[in-house]
């Protein structure tokens, strides 16, 4: 008890409201006023809460969706002035003659590629993480088993 955490202010099983505590995958549920241990279970997941994480990592999987629309967007635009400077920048590499400028405009040229290469594994990255964020909702959903109902119900 003296390593466990403090979770909230709850109701115990016999329905006197206690203090509850966590150590592990052990729940204590503690007297407010004799300070004295009234319950002890395993932590388990209700389908209460599965469903209110479900929903709130459902919100955070649009915002997550929102924010991958936008990057794609930005990458489209950027990509497109990018584009069109690496165009220009092949023009004047084939027009020039001095070894510096053709030195220049080369390195220039590296860097817009780079660039566009690093937009792209933005984006990239952002789809992966809404990836992740709808498996994971998919497993908190679909890891809930009641323990009183029998497996072959499922």
Known sequence: ???ARF???SFADDGNEAR???N???IFFVDLIENHVMTVRY???PRFATECLVE???KELRKKQAKVLEAEREFVRAKAELESEKIDLRLALLKTRSEQRAAALSARLNAVELRLRELAAEVKRERREVTYLAEGIVSLSVSYKPESTPAARY
Do not use: D
Request: hydrophobic fraction near 60%.
């Open 7 to 9: 979770v909230c202010n």
């Open 24 to 26: 592990g995958k052990v």
């Open 20 to 22: 509850m505590f966590v």
């Open 56 to 58: 709130v990592a459902a």
């Open 43 to 45: 932590a388990s997941m």
């Open 1 to 3: 008890m003296e390593s």
